[in-house]
């Protein structure tokens, strides 16, 4: 097979790849949020891994759970009976302890009802919130109208926006109705905890029938990034490391392509690879990914490669 019929999805952390990323366009949307970090474009990837486990996983735990997007795909698609969401900031932990709650309905309609302007919005996050469910509707509204969605101290309300329409650019509320209204459907199947994450892994170390997704901020070399999109970006790396080292269930790990990452995962014996993305600008990037065993996923680049070669023959 030549190179140029190969479809490289994968690669180990020794060899680098021009591939093309994830069309995040084809990836059902089921969170309310437009999370900086969120991982839309790591959902094909993570199906192929949830489908290799026979019988299926009782229960899958994001200890960084963010926008929830993964969570979302493994309750909606049923690779799992339910999920433990764990969040520590307290503005993005309200929008889920609303769901959870039963209050997605009256989030819904708070945010078809509101008449979106930028003296609006700003009157509204100038008013405090006396209940969960009106910090719930605040920290939507930052979200679709701060730049970037970005929720750390220092963001602000977008200017020009996309083609020029300002403030309501990313503001459809129709879209994120129907949403939190979808959510309704799984919510029973979610244990939301405000609390930290590596305590909660902690929580469920000794469980073999439980498998974990994990996507934690920014590494130390990428702490100046992560302090501008996230008000909890200071982790123990080497401690999640060794916690999951520990863990008697399987997991995933996203993180950035950091040398003190790579190092991290060979001192406790993981397995790396690489895999494309789009960042929030559109550029491409690789982001790493750290497992046990990462053999399925070069099984999938052979089985894709081997299809593209038939493909390839059969037009000969």
């Not at 960084?64 to 339910?82: C, D, K, M």
């Not at 702490?223 to 080497?238: P, V």
Request: proline content about 4%; charged content about 25%; some cysteine.
């Amino acid at each position: 097979m030549t190179a140029t019929r190969q479809a490289v999805l994968f690669s180990d952390t020794n060899n680098f790849y021009t591939a093309k990323p994830v069309n995040v366009a084809t990836v059902p949307q089921r969170s309310p949020f437009r999370y900086p970090g969120g991982k839309t474009w790591f959902v094909p990837t993570f199906r192929e891994w949830i489908s290799h486990w026979h019988p299926k996983p009782k229960m899958l735990i994001e200890p960084f759970t963010g926008g929830g997007i993964i969570s979302l795909t493994a309750l909606f698609e049923n690779h799992v009976n339910r999920v433990v969401m764990v969040e520590l900031d307290e503005d993005v932990s309200a929008v889920w302890q609303c769901v959870v709650s039963g209050n997605g309905p009256w989030l819904a309609d708070r945010i078809l009802s509101f008449k979106l302007s930028r003296e609006s919005v700003l009157y509204e996050l100038s008013t405090p919130a006396v209940e969960i469910k009106e910090r719930a509707f605040q920290t939507i509204l930052k979200n679709r109208t701060f730049h970037g969605g970005v929720l750390a101290k220092g963001s602000g309300l977008i200017k020009s926006g996309e083609n020029g329409k300002g403030i309501g650019s990313r503001w459809y509320p129709k879209t994120l109705a129907k949403r939190l209204l979808n959510l309704e459907k799984v919510s029973s199947r979610i244990d939301f905890r405000s609390e930290d994450g590596l305590k909660v892994m902690r929580d469920f170390s000794d469980r073999e029938d439980v498998v974990f997704f994990i996507d934690p901020p920014y590494t130390v070399g990428g702490k100046k990034a992560g302090k501008r999109l996230y008000k909890y970006y200071d982790i123990d790396h080497e401690e999640l490391f060794t916690i999951c080292e520990a863990l008697r269930g399987d997991f995933l790990i996203t993180y950035d392509n950091a040398d003190e990452v790579r190092e991290l995962a060979r001192g406790h014996g993981f397995s790396m690879r690489l895999v494309p993305m789009k960042n929030t600008h559109h550029a491409k990037m690789q982001e790493l990914v750290i497992g046990r065993d990462l053999s399925w996923m070069d099984q999938l680049q052979a089985l894709i490669n081997q299809k593209l070669d038939a493909r390839h023959e059969e037009s000969l």
